[in-house]
């Protein structure tokens, strides 16, 4: 595998998306001959993978700012909490809440001081 150091950085999402795609198969046993003949196809896949990996965690993350009214557990999945119920839907939340709850793309909180009204329609 290469160096972690050399460039794990990008100035555009392309080019990071490439750097993840570099290090994990450039030097993989069975994939690193596919990847040096046509990199851009390993990119798009890193990019739908990470695409589909931060709309499930939004979801999650969204479900723990309800309130309780309305959150119902799924009977017979073993879920005690939120938590264990996230963890069976995406088994890397808690990893991923490590990297992204601070991020406000990834986080959002929306405020009103009274819910259900439109504060910005007059704007």
Not at 8 to 34: C, E, W
Not at 70 to 87: F, P, Q
Request: aromatic letters at 8%; one cysteine or more; proline letters at 6%.
């Amino acid at each position: 595998m290469p160096a972690v150091d050399e460039n794990p950085t990008g100035s555009d999402k392309g080019q990071i998306y490439h750097n993840i795609a570099r290090l994990l198969f450039a030097a993989h046993p069975k994939y690193s001959t596919t990847f040096s003949i046509n990199p851009k196809k390993f990119c798009d896949a890193v990019g739908n993978c990470i695409g589909t990996l931060r709309g499930k965690y939004k979801k999650l993350k969204a479900s723990f700012a309800s309130t309780s009214a309305g959150v119902m557990l799924a009977e017979g999945t073993g879920a005690r909490n939120l938590l264990d119920a996230a963890l069976l839907e995406l088994p890397w939340y808690t990893e991923l809440d490590a990297i992204w709850h601070s991020n406000p793309s990834m986080a959002a909180r929306t405020h009103s001081s009274k819910p259900g009204i439109d504060h910005a329609s007059a704007l």
